[in-house]
């Protein structure tokens, strides 16, 4: 139990956590801004994107769609979550289990405030999945990329053969990438929408993976998600 408690994640500390607030409401505000740019600056080009991609549109590449865009729903990525993170922590990574939790929910927050704030319409180009919310961000994108970095994180703290790191930096990658391509695909979301989904989702997970790795650090502590 001892070895527990001085392994819990040093964000609980009042300095580490007005930190994470701040980073927190940074990128709401960031997120903000980016949606109003890409609903003014960006319209027409993005409009075109989504068409040029529908007008490629087969039976094949429709069923790999929709097997990625299931992956990046809360569907699949919320379990994922809870069951990685009690890994983690039964096996003593409470640590690397924060990481994970906190760089997914705050992700999830972030996608949906922001959406509310900029209220961008889903392009008007038939949709392959029924959708009801904002266009911007693309909470999928912004899901997969904050489970899949984190987790990518914790698994390159192992610091394992070189082989089998790249093999798992690339399938992050690939999952990420292909989640986005296929909210695009679907013509639920704009490319900007994708983008801004993976820009603020990304740097969420990485300002929850530097507090708690530089407070673990500063404690003098192993850092057991350090990459």
């Known amino acids: 139990m001892d070895h527990l408690q001085s392994d819990l994640p040093t964000v609980s500390h009042r300095s580490e956590l007005i930190r994470l607030i701040l980073g927190f409401v940074l990128l709401l505000v960031i997120g903000w801004g980016l949606g109003e740019l890409a609903v003014s600056a960006t319209q027409p080009s993005d409009l075109d994107a989504v068409r040029d991609v529908a007008a490629e549109r087969t039976a094949a590449l429709t069923v790999i769609a929709r097997i990625l865009t299931t992956i990046g729903s809360g569907y699949v990525m919320f379990p994922l979550t809870i069951v990685v993170a009690v890994v983690l922590y039964v096996t003593r990574r409470p640590a690397a289990a924060a ?23 889903r392009p008007p180009v038939h949709h392959l999945e029924s959708v009801s919310s904002a266009s911007f961000p693309s909470g999928h994108t912004s899901q997969a990329t904050a489970f899949f970095f984190s987790l990518l994180v914790v698994f390159l703290a192992r610091r394992g053969q070189r082989g089998p790191a790249a093999a798992a930096a690339v399938a992050a990658c690939l999952l990420i990438v292909g989640v986005a391509w296929s909210r695009v695909y679907l013509a639920v979301h704009y490319p900007s929408d994708v983008a801004g989904g993976f820009l603020l989702a990304g740097g969420w997970s990485l300002i929850v993976v530097t ?8 404690a003098g502590g192993r850092t057991e998600v350090d990459p």
Not at 103 to 114: P, Q
Not at 211 to 218: A, E, K, S, T
């Open 99 to 121: 990481v994970i939790v906190l760089s997914m929910s705050g992700a999830v927050v972030i996608a949906n405030v922001d959406k509310r704030l900029v209220g961008r319409p």
């Open 211 to 218: 507090l708690l790795l530089r407070g673990r650090r500063r």
